[in-house]
T-cell receptor
Framework: GQNIDQPTEMTATEGAIVQINCTYQ??????LFWYQQHAGEAPTFLSY??LDGLEEKGRFSSFLSRSKGYSYLLLKELQMKDSASYLC????????????WGAGTKLIIKP | GAVVSQHPSRVICKSGTSVKIECRSL??????MFWYRQFPKQSLMLMAT?????????EQGVEKDKFLINHASLTLSTLTVTSAHPEDSSFYIC????????????FGQGTRLTVV
């Protein structure tokens, strides 16, 4: 079956670094995506990993290990505006290339 | 980047009435659009895949006669919630695949539907 797990909520301090983990089980893995969603708004695309390794984009980096079914999103130099939910999604070839979504991790940034 | 516009952003309707939500791709042609529903503190649930010029593909458990999807042009898909009930109150979001992105990179602003 398909399953995506990520922590429900995390708290971090402004200026610090936080790592949000995502583990997945899918039969036809074809890429992993991270999105940011502020309350009451639609998701915005952050990153995409299809090969193992680290993808860096400014303050945000995303890592993938396909053999472990594991990814993380790393946020550096945290700002108050980073308070949001972070959604992990996996594209599944066996589901017509649809995105299978995790429940999201609510990140709370404290001063 | 590509822009997807969704309208209205908020709507309140009476139980039993119908509501139409529009999703437009403003600067690209989208042959495929996706409609999601999201309940509070829950993740996105795909309702249906909207294909231009053909019937939508609905996910299991989604009533196609209740959630009518029309994708009549390459830039517009509509979702009509028919005979709405309070349990249909939710956040509805559309997304599209644009040229160069073979995944749902761009989302509409979302529509907060409240049925009273």
């Amino acid at each position: 079956g398909q399953n995506i797990d990520q922590p429900t909520e995390m708290t971090a301090t402004e200026g610090a670094i936080v790592q949000i983990n995502c583990t997945y089980q899918t039969s036809g893995f074809n890429g992993l995506f991270w999105y940011q969603q502020h309350a009451g708004e639609a998701p915005t695309f952050l990153s995409y990993n299809v090969l193992d390794g680290l993808e860096e984009k400014g303050r945000f980096s995303s890592f993938l290990s396909r053999s472990k079914g594991y990814s993380y999103l790393l946020l550096k130099e945290l700002q108050m505006k980073d308070s949001a939910s972070y959604l992990c999604a996996v594209r599944d070839m066996d589901s017509n290339y649809q995105l299978i979504w995790g429940a999201g991790t609510k990140l709370i940034i404290k001063p | 980047g590509a822009v997807v516009s969704q309208h209205p952003s908020r709507v309140i309707c009476k139980s039993g009435t119908s509501v139409k939500i529009e999703c437009r791709s403003l600067d690209f042609q989208a042959t495929t659009m996706f409609w999601y529903r999201q309940f509070p503190k829950q993740s996105l649930m795909l309702m249906a895949t909207s294909n231009e010029g053909s019937k939508a593909t609905y996910e299991q458990g989604v009533e196609k006669d209740k959630f009518l999807i029309n994708h009549a042009s390459l830039t517009l898909s509509t979702l009509t919630v028919t005979s709405a009930h309070p349990e249909d109150s939710s956040f509805y979001i559309c997304s599209a695949r644009s040229p160069g992105f073979d995944f749902e990179a761009f989302f509409g602003q979302g529509t907060r539907l409240t049925v009273v």
